[in-house]
């Protein structure tokens, strides 16, 4: 079963940046999306960021042009570059990955632990 192992969270002050890791372990399968959640205290749980196995990337609205999102495929690792960070994206980082073992063939869709971010004022 592939687990999803998350770094980089902590605490940044406003303007600030931080870098997300998520590596996934295991053998026999592929990844198509992985992406970025986050859940703030007392909100929903939204999108921040997705990326497909061709490079192809998604962002929220709130964060696109301070986010970027990238990853490597050889290392099944996805990244999140959080630049001039806000106090409002102080959350609960979740990495996802859209999974597809090989035997049996079937996907699933699978997350990591999360890992906090905080930024102060």
């Known amino acids: 079963q592939v687990q999803l192992v998350e770094s980089g969270g902590g605490l940044v002050q406003a303007g600030g940046s931080l870098r997300l890791s998520c590596a996934a372990s295991?053998?026999?399968?592929?990844?198509?999306?992985m992406g970025w959640s986050r859940r703030a205290p007392g909100k929903q749980h939204d999108l921040v960021a997705a990326?497909?196995?061709?490079?192809?990337?998604n962002y929220a609205d709130s964060v696109k042009g301070r986010f970027t999102i990238s990853r490597d495929n050889a290392k099944n690792t996805v990244y999140l570059q959080m630049n001039s960070l806000k106090p409002e994206d102080t959350a609960v980082y979740y990495c996802?990955?859209?999974?597809?073992?090989?035997?049996?063939?079937?996907?699933?869709?699978?997350w990591g632990q999360g890992t906090q971010v905080t930024v102060s004022s």
């Open positions: 295991g053998s026999g399968f592929s990844i198509n999306v």
């Open positions: 990326i497909t196995s061709g490079g192809s990337t």
């Open positions: 996802h990955a859209d999974i597809r073992y090989y035997s049996p063939g079937y996907s699933v869709t699978t």
